[in-house]
């Protein structure tokens, strides 16, 4: 049974200062369990159906504590409109700190707000195969549920850190990885090759790149707009990141 209090717990977490204080980040649906089941995350309580236990017994262990609970329970405790078989509390881990270098491709989020587009581009990066993500403070948080919901587990296989832009920067000047960015008059990433390594800057879904950030850019590059007559306004981010990492990885595919 899921106690009042633990429910309690668990709506909380829906807020960035509850799970920053009591340590717990909120995991639902089957596959960001089982993904987080066997990653290193510390999953502290469990609270699973019998179906979800029956099938899974071999990562269950893992959970420091697991629980057998109804789906009448876990939709009391859900933050899903749509519950599923399983949610699990799983500590927070410690604040990432910088690499002494970059040495790959990766992106620098600069203010992306929405936590939809944030778990869709740590998913695109799991997909690429691009390891290191990095993040302005003010960037969504990596550990918001609707974030670990749309990342489709890919949350557990990504190195996500947050940090002002400057410290990146002197990181990357000095590893010889030239930043890039992303706007609206940049050079078309479809008529030069592309570096295979490079950090790219991806700007806040409505106001862009801001101007400290651009002024460490050493080049623009854009996705070019085929649509002449009607002129849509702007591309989707997590759409954007999608299509700048099959270009960057195109040449380079093994």
């Known amino acids: 049974m899921i106690s009042k209090n633990t429910i309690k717990l668990i709506k909380s977490l829906a807020l960035k200062k509850y799970r920053q204080k009591h340590g717990f980040f909120l995991v639902e649906g089957e596959k960001n369990v089982v993904e987080a089941l066997e990653s290193e995350i510390h999953v502290k309580q469990l609270f699973a159906t019998n179906d979800f ?27 899903l409109k749509t519950p599923q078989n399983c949610l699990a509390l799983c500590s927070l881990p410690e604040k990432m700190e910088l690499p002494e270098k970059l040495d790959s491709f990766s992106f620098y989020l600069d203010g992306i707000q929405d936590p939809g587009n944030l778990g869709t581009i740590i998913r695109t990066c799991d997909w690429f195969g691009i390891e290191n993500l990095y993040c302005s403070d003010d960037t969504a948080d990596v550990f918001n549920p609707k974030v670990i919901q749309a990342t489709m587990g890919s949350f557990t296989r990504l190195k996500i850190y947050y940090t002002v832009f400057s410290d990146l920067q002197k990181i990357a000047n000095a590893s010889g990885i030239k930043i890039l960015g992303t706007f609206m008059d940049g050079v078309s990433i479809y008529k030069n090759q592309l570096p295979k390594n490079a950090l790219v800057v991806l700007g806040n879904e409505g106001k862009g790149i801001r101007k400290e950030v651009e002024q460490g850019i050493d080049q623009k590059i854009s996705i070019p707009r085929f649509q002449k007559e009607n002129n849509p306004e702007s591309l989707n981010v997590a759409v954007s990141s999608a299509i700048i990492c099959s270009e960057f990885k195109r040449d380079f595919a093994e």
Do not use: D, F, M, P
């Open 53 to 79: 236990i029956q099938n899974n017994r071999k990562v269950i262990k893992n959970a420091a504590k697991s629980e057998e609970v109804t789906t009448g329970e876990i939709k009391k405790a859900s933050l």
